[in-house]
């Protein structure tokens, strides 16, 4: 299986920045896509931001020109890089990987989640 280990939330000020980590390991072949999701309290997940293996990204119209997803590969690691902060930014961040074997089996992997706040 894959684990994914989320780190850097925290609070901030609005128009401030921070820069969230996930960090992938176990079986992490076969990881066809990563991204960041995020969870505000009474509504539903939503996605803030994905790239695939190839680099291809996806944003949330909501956060487009203000967070930037990107990877490293050699440490397995995918960040996202959120700037101009606002409230409404304020959520528990969720990590997730989606993984396709060559027998076609798909897999979902979700981290631990990571709370961010923004408040002055």
């Known amino acids: 299986q894959v684990q994914l280990v989320e780190s850097g939330g925290g609070l901030v000020q609005p128009g401030g920045s921070l820069r969230l980590s996930c960090a992938a390991s176990?079986?992490?072949?076969?990881?066809?896509?990563m991204g960041w999701y995020r969870q505000a309290p009474g509504k539903q997940r939503e996605l803030v931001a994905a790239?695939?293996?190839?680099?291809?990204?996806n944003y949330a119209d909501s956060v487009k020109g203000r967070f930037t997803i990107s990877r490293d590969n050699a440490k397995n690691t995918v960040y996202l890089q959120m700037n101009s902060l606002k409230p409404e930014d304020t959520a528990v961040y969720y990590c997730?990987?989606?993984?396709?074997?060559?027998?076609?089996?798909?897999?979902?992997?979700w981290g631990q989640g990571t709370q961010v706040t923004v408040s002055s």
């Open positions: 790239i695939t293996s190839g680099g291809s990204t």
């Open positions: 997730n990987a989606f993984q396709v074997l060559s027998n076609g089996n798909e897999y979902d992997y």
């Open positions: 176990g079986s992490i072949f076969s990881i066809n896509a």
